[in-house]
């Protein structure tokens, strides 16, 4: 297996919160077998891959890890993503210093063309640290805060 691999039924709720499709408390099981003082370590979770299975973590016998070709999949899904965040951000950053460039030192709020599909993009534009926000009335298209 390449890298780190979470079980299927994990997911993240958010910044070290964790929840399993299949309702098992994963905090609950991790302090109870490796104690609370270690709960703060994500790495004690029971839901990794083999390759953390040296240290002494929690342990669950419903673990399913992905197989090599959902691994793969998913390296390729993200890879794709990528390199769709870059071919945008290529495009965005021009539009954007155009935008830091007229308005310098003035707070500004309006619509442009979106510099990445041609639809309408609303933006602001922040004078006391000159950062802009922006965001394309198409869906799925641009949408950021600086």
Excluded at 39 to 59: E, Q, S, V, W
Excluded at 82 to 92: I, N, Q, S, Y
Aim: hydrophobic share 35%; net charge negative; glycine share 6%.
């Amino acid at each position: 297996m390449s890298g780190i691999a979470w079980c299927k039924h994990h997911s993240s709720e958010g910044v070290c919160r964790h929840a399993c499709a299949l309702g098992l408390d994963i905090e609950a099981l991790t302090t109870a077998q490796v104690g609370p003082e270690k709960m703060g370590r994500h790495y004690m979770l029971p839901c990794h891959t083999n390759f953390l299975d040296h240290i002494t973590k929690a342990k669950c016998d419903k673990r399913l890890l992905p197989t090599q070709e959902e691994i793969a999949q998913h390296e390729a899904e993200t890879a794709e993503m990528m390199a769709e965040f870059v071919k945008r951000l290529e495009v965005m950053e021009p539009w954007v210093a155009t935008i830091k460039r007229n308005h310098e030192g003035q707070d500004a709020a309006g619509t442009d063309t979106c510099p990445v599909c041609g639809g309408t993009v609303a933006y602001r534009h922040a004078a006391y640290n000159g950062h802009v926000a922006a965001q394309c009335k198409t869906p799925d298209c641009l949408n950021f805060m600086e």
